[in-house]
Structures are given as structure tokens and as C-alpha cells.
């Protein structure tokens, strides 16, 4: 069998169509939280889903197929046309940015370059003995852990599932405030780190670093215990 007649050949288990399926659920939200008109789409995709809970994995996969086309050409009938070309409209450019979560890659790449300016500026100011600097190596690592999560997300499935509403803005401000909870830890003695005063701070600024990275675990270890009190 050759590569083209294995690209179009039909999934032969109810995992790759169950894939598929997820896959243009997420990219019917999108176009529809974009204002793209997705009513035909979306009834080939319940078509599609009928078929699958009977386990009949061919007829999914050409109903889903076809809810493809039709949202591509939704897509299309949305774009701008100009002396008869098309170019993106701003539903379809709001399509692509939640679809891959470009957005959240904006957000935390200016997040990063404020930090990385903050902590050259303002490194040397402290609140009640505790240098701002751990704050804002907090903020610096949430930063990096939603990139992360975006990058994670493309390679595995090829559009973000993550970070695709407008919470993890407040995933920096709540690093910022572990941050500075790391560093009194830290230097309460709790962990005790050998070296030169410079290469503890260093420690301390990497540990403020990876509590700002692991915000978003904290948060959800925070939410089950306070639910369990």
C-alpha cells in the first residue's frame, strides 16, 4: 500500500476515530466562540458521533471527514474577499489564535520580556526583608510553564487544549505571590543550603523559579485540600 492510499484509509479502531472526533470538537468551539457559522459542521459532527457510539468506525470517520470541509469552508465563506482574493478576516484570525493557543503564547512571551525587565530593574527592593526578585522569578517560571503547556499541547495533538480561556492570566499573579512565600520558606531555615551567601541565592532564586513553574499543580493541590477542610 502506498503513502497516499494509507493517508486516506479509514481508522480501523474507535481509539484513532475517538481521536478525530476530540480533535473537531475543539476546532467546532473554536469557530464558534469566533462567530464562524459552524451549523453544518457541527451536524455532520453529531452524525458522527451517532456512528461511533453504534461502533460503526466507517461511517464515522466519512461523517466526521465531512464535517472537516464543511468548517474549512466556513472558514472560507469568512474570510475577506478582495478583487477575488480572500484574506483572513479577524473571525478567522481569532479562529487560529484560539485554536493554537496563540494568545496564551502572546501573554506569556510578554510576560516574560515585563519579568525579565522587572528583575534587572527592581532586583535590589525588598518587602519586609524579602527581595522582590523571588516574586518575580516566580512570575518568570509560570511564564515558561504556560509556553510549556502550549508547546505540549501542539506536539501531541496539534492544537492547545490548555490554557484556552482567559484564566491563566492569573496563573503569574499567584506564582508571584508563592514566589514570595518560597523565599520566607526557604530562608526560615524549613530547607537548609550549603555553599557561599551567593550560591544560596542563587538556590533560593531557582527554587522561586520552579514554584512559579509548578503554580498551576499548586493550585490544584490547594483547591482539593481547602475542599477537604
Known amino acids: 500500500m502506498d503513502a497516499d492510499s494509507k493517508a486516506c484509509s479509514i481508522p480501523q479502531s474507535c481509539s484513532e476515530v475517538e481521536v478525530d472526533l476530540k480533535r473537531l470538537d475543539r476546532m467546532l468551539q473554536a469557530a464558534h466562540r469566533s462567530s464562524i457559522d459552524i451549523k453544518d459542521s457541527y451536524d455532520f459532527y453529531v452524525l458522527a458521533l451517532k456512528e461511533y457510539n453504534k461502533e460503526n468506525l466507517a461511517e464515522s470517520f466519512l461523517y466526521c471527514d465531512r464535517a472537516k470541509y464543511e468548517l474549512t469552508s466556513a472558514i472560507n465563506d469568512s474570510k475577506i474577499k478582495i478583487k477575488g482574493s480572500r ?9 487560529f489564535f484560539k485554536l493554537y493557543g496563540l494568545y496564551a503564547v502572546i501573554f506569556a512571551s510578554l510576560a516574560i520580556i515585563l519579568f525579565s525587565f522587572l528583575i534587572t530593574r527592581f532586583s535590589e527592593m525588598s518587602v519586609l526583608g524579602v527581595p522582590l526578585w523571588s516574586s518575580f522569578f516566580a512570575g518568570l517560571g509560570s511564564s515558561a510553564q504556560i509556553l510549556t503547556g502550549v508547546a505540549d ?5 496539534g492544537l492547545a487544549s490548555r490554557y484556552k480561556r482567559l484564566w491563566y492570566m492569573a496563573i503569574p499573579l499567584l506564582a508571584m505571590v508563592f514566589g514570595y512565600m518560597a ?6 531555615g524549613f530547607i537548609a543550603l550549603d555553599g557561599s551567601t551567593q550560591s544560596r541565592e ?16 499548586m493550585i490544584g493541590w490547594l483547591s482539593r485540600m481547602s475542599r477537604d477542610i
Open 87 to 95: 484574506f483572513h478576516s479577524l473571525r478567522t484570525l481569532s479562529y
Open 153 to 157: 499541547d501542539l506536539r501531541r495533538y
Open 183 to 188: 523565599y520566607l520558606f526557604v530562608s526560615s
Open 202 to 217: 542563587f538556590s533560593i532564586m531557582f527554587i522561586c523559579f520552579l514554584t512559579g513553574f509548578l503554580t498551576k499543580w
